[in-house]
């Protein structure tokens, strides 16, 4: 009996801690997770400001169709527009990383097209016609234009970006 007290005495002594393979199987671990967190991290925080963007420019044109209903024609008058949608940053410089929501008006072609800039660097458009053949709203990723032509053909499409 005095065997095994000792035994097991001897053998609580001896295991004090971990070993240093051990802690190093364990950071390794910690560091494959971290290698798999951080660019899924970035691709969230992307698409994120990627939504910002979009939502701006879907406010900017609910502002520039209440202009529309109220005149008959759309503006690119900042006064006119920042009356309407305060919140948006409306034909300015990108002030505290903030991009500015460009507006371009063809009063000919009862047409508007408001573009935005996300913080991840992609280029969103909205183009709207208001009335006549093509009336509608046309969505692109990049640079904006009033051409109807443009607007009907490839990337510009209809049904979202």
């Known amino acids: 009996?005095?065997?095994?007290?000792?035994?097991?005495?001897?053998?609580?002594?001896?295991?004090?801690?971990?070993?240093?393979?051990e802690l190093m199987v364990v950071v390794l671990i910690?560091?494959?997770?971290?290698?798999?967190?951080?660019?899924?991290?970035?691709?969230?925080?992307?698409?994120?400001?990627?939504?910002?963007?979009?939502?701006?420019?879907?406010?900017?044109l609910t502002a520039e169709k209440t202009v529309y209903t109220d005149n008959q024609s759309y503006t690119a008058t900042t006064a006119t527009m920042q009356g309407i949608e305060p919140s948006l940053n409306w034909n300015g410089a990108v002030v505290g990383g903030r991009a500015?929501?460009?507006?371009?008006?063809?009063?000919?072609?009862?047409?508007?097209?408001?573009?935005?800039?996300?913080?991840?660097?992609?280029v969103f458009s909205l183009a709207d016609v208001a009335?006549?053949?093509?009336?509608?709203?046309?969505?692109?990723?990049?640079v904006c234009t009033l051409a109807l032509a443009t607007l009907q053909a490839a990337p510009w499409n209809q049904t979202g970006w």
């Open 131 to 142: 009335s006549g053949t093509g009336a509608g709203t046309y969505y692109n990723k990049g």
């Open 30 to 60: 910690i560091a494959i997770l971290i290698a798999i967190a951080i660019p899924t991290f970035l691709g969230a925080r992307a698409r994120a400001q990627d939504r910002a963007a979009q939502s701006d420019i879907r406010n900017a």
């Open 100 to 122: 500015a929501t460009t507006v371009t008006v063809d009063a000919a072609f009862n047409t508007v097209c408001v573009t935005e800039t996300s913080k991840s660097g992609t």
């Open 1 to 21: 009996m005095r065997y095994l007290h000792t035994l097991a005495s001897r053998r609580r002594d001896e295991e004090q801690g971990f070993t240093l393979i």
